[in-house]
C-alpha cells in the first residue's frame, strides 16, 4: 500500500485503529490494481514466455533447452521489484499442468477431467436449482462444446421467471447431447502468432454460435467456441443483423 493510501483502510478494533501496510484481500478494486502491477512488472515477458493471471503464472517455452534461461528472466525481474515466489506452489519442468482450471498440455488446452466428469454424471434436474447448477457448470466448460447455447435452449427455457418446471423429452435429449460432448471433449488447439484462423458463424431462430479454427495438416481444428442464447429484441433481429451479433460476441470472448 502507498503511504498515502494506508490510512483509507483503517479499521476499528476494541484495541485500538490499525491500516494494513501491505494491500489485503477484500478490497474492491485490489484484484485489478494486483493485475495492472503484474502487467507493469512484467510487460516484457507477458504475451512472449510468460502469461499471468492476478497470482496465477505459466512461464512457457517451445523448446526445453530454452525453458531455464526464461525462468532465469522472470526470476530477474521479481528480485528487481522485491517480489517473492512460495516454492510449495511452484511446480518447474513439466510439460503439462493445471491453469486456471484448464490443461495446459504439447496438444493444446484440454477441459478438465473431473468438471467433465462431474457433468456426465449429473442426476436429471428435478427443481429449477438443479438446472441452475447444471447451467453453472456448462458455462464453465462452453468453449470445448459447438453450439452450446443451441442445444441447451430446453435447459434454459425452464429457469425463465414465468416457466413451470417440467422435465420433457426435449429436455432429456438436450442434456443427453451435452452430456455425450464432454465425455469426450475435443482439445482446443494453441495457434501460433500470426497465423491466418477461421471463424464460422452459425445463426438459429433462437441462438448464434461461432467456431474458431485453425487449418493444420491433419485438416481443420478447433481453437474455441462461442455460444449464445438470443433474449428479448434480440429474438426479432432480422438474419445479418444475427449474424453481425454473433461475431460481436465471439470478438467478446475471444
Same mark, same amino acid.
Given at each position: 500500500?502507498?503511504?498515502?493510501?494506508?490510512?483509507?483502510?483503517?479499521?476499528?478494533?476494541?484495541?485500538?485503529?490499525?491500516?494494513?501496510?501491505?494491500?489485503?484481500?477484500? &478490497?474492491?478494486?485490489?484484484?485489478?490494481?494486483? %493485475?495492472?502491477?503484474?502487467?507493469?512488472?512484467?510487460?516484457?515477458?507477458?504475451?512472449?514466455?510468460?502469461?499471468?493471471?492476478?497470482?496465477?503464472?505459466?512461464?512457457?517455452?517451445?523448446?526445453?533447452?530454452?525453458? /531455464?534461461?526464461?525462468?532465469?528472466?522472470?526470476?530477474?525481474?521479481?528480485?528487481?521489484?522485491?517480489?517473492?515466489?512460495?516454492?510449495?506452489?511452484?511446480?518447474?519442468?513439466?510439460?503439462?499442468?493445471?491453469?486456471?482450471?484448464?490443461?495446459?498440455?504439447?496438444?493444446?488446452?484440454?477441459?478438465?477431467?473431473?468438471?467433465?466428469?462431474?457433468?456426465?454424471? &449429473?442426476? /436429471?434436474?428435478?427443481? #429449477?436449482?438443479?438446472? %441452475?447448477?447444471?447451467?453453472?457448470?456448462?458455462?464453465?466448460?462452453?468453449?470445448?462444446?459447438? #453450439?452450446?447455447?443451441?442445444?441447451?435452449?430446453? &435447459?434454459?427455457?425452464?429457469?425463465?421467471?414465468?416457466?413451470?418446471?417440467?422435465?420433457?423429452?426435449?429436455?432429456?435429449?438436450?442434456?443427453?447431447?451435452?452430456?455425450?460432448? &464432454?465425455?469426450?471433449?475435443?482439445?482446443?488447439?494453441?495457434?501460433?502468432?500470426?497465423?491466418?484462423?477461421?471463424?464460422?458463424?452459425?445463426?438459429?431462430?433462437?441462438?448464434?454460435?461461432?467456431?474458431?479454427?485453425?487449418?493444420?495438416?491433419?485438416?481443420?481444428?478447433?481453437?474455441?467456441?462461442?455460444?449464445?442464447?438470443? %433474449?428479448?429484441?434480440?429474438?426479432?433481429?432480422?438474419?445479418?443483423? #444475427?449474424?453481425?451479433?454473433?461475431?460481436?460476441?465471439?470478438?467478446?470472448?475471444?
Amino acid at each position: 500500500m502507498a503511504v498515502a493510501d494506508r490510512e483509507k483502510i483503517a479499521f476499528m478494533t476494541e484495541s485500538g485503529n490499525y491500516y494494513y501496510n501491505a494491500m489485503p484481500f477484500g &478490497l474492491k478494486n485490489a484484484g485489478a490494481t494486483y %493485475q495492472r502491477m503484474m502487467n507493469k512488472v512484467f510487460r516484457g515477458e507477458i504475451g512472449d514466455m510468460l502469461e499471468v493471471y492476478m497470482d496465477d503464472m505459466i512461464v512457457k517455452s517451445h523448446e526445453e533447452i530454452d525453458h /531455464t534461461a526464461h525462468l532465469r528472466k522472470v526470476f530477474k525481474q521479481a528480485r528487481k521489484h522485491n517480489m517473492r515466489f512460495n516454492p510449495e506452489k511452484c511446480t518447474f519442468g513439466v510439460r503439462a499442468g493445471k491453469f486456471f482450471g484448464f490443461y495446459l498440455t504439447e496438444r493444446g488446452i484440454e477441459a478438465n477431467p473431473d468438471k467433465c466428469r462431474s457433468f456426465t454424471e &449429473l442426476p /436429471t434436474p428435478s427443481n #429449477k436449482k438443479s438446472i %441452475q447448477t447444471l447451467n453453472g457448470m456448462l458455462t464453465s466448460l462452453s468453449r470445448f462444446v459447438a #453450439k452450446s447455447a443451441q442445444h441447451a435452449l430446453p &435447459l434454459f427455457k425452464l429457469l425463465r421467471k414465468e416457466a413451470v418446471f417440467e422435465w420433457t423429452d426435449e429436455c432429456d435429449q438436450a442434456l443427453q447431447h451435452l452430456k455425450k460432448a &464432454l465425455s469426450e471433449p475435443p482439445v482446443l488447439s494453441r495457434p501460433d502468432v500470426e497465423e491466418v484462423l477461421f471463424i464460422y458463424l452459425s445463426v438459429a431462430s433462437e441462438a448464434v454460435s461461432t467456431a474458431l479454427v485453425r487449418e493444420t495438416t491433419e485438416g481443420q481444428k478447433p481453437v474455441y467456441f462461442t455460444s449464445k442464447a438470443l %433474449q428479448g429484441p434480440e429474438l426479432r433481429y432480422q438474419q445479418i443483423e #444475427k449474424v453481425a451479433l454473433a461475431l460481436i460476441n465471439a470478438a467478446r470472448r475471444l
